[in-house]
Nanobody
Framework: QVQLVESGGGVVQPGGSLRLSCSAS????????MNWYRQVPEKQREWVAG???????TYADFAKGRFAISRDTGKNMLYLQMSRLTPEDTAVYYC?????????WGQGTQVTVTS
């Protein structure tokens, strides 16, 4: 059973930065594609960024140029570096690992951007 645990959320002012972390219970990065999603109340969860097994990174349009996804395979860690944050980035951010048959989620970490 894969367990994913997010951390690093918090309250930040507009224009600020945060780095989210996702710890995996086992080394899945050679098997799973890893993603960050976010969700605000009463809206669907939306994809933010992805890191494939091969290490390729992709981003939602709103994240391009501001967010950076990375992984440390040796530490079983996935990161999301977020900069130039706006109030519209306020959400619960989730770590996700998936293959064609499996999908695992963390419990989420709250990010609040407010002045």
């Amino acid at each position: 059973q894969v367990q994913l645990v997010e951390s690093g959320g918090g309250v930040v002012q507009p224009g600020g930065s945060l780095r989210l972390s996702c710890s995996a219970s086992i080394n899945i990065f050679n098997i799973y594609d890893m993603n960050w999603y976010r969700q605000v109340p009463e809206k669907q969860r939306e994809w933010v960024a992805g890191s494939t097994r091969a290490g390729s990174a992709t981003y939602a349009d709103f994240a391009k140029g501001r967010f950076a996804i990375s992984r440390d395979t040796g530490k079983n860690m996935l990161y999301l570096q977020m900069s130039r944050l706006t109030p519209e980035d306020t959400a619960v951010y989730y770590c996700n690992g998936e293959t064609s048959t499996d999908s695992y989620w963390g419990q989420g970490t709250q990010v609040t951007v407010t002045s």
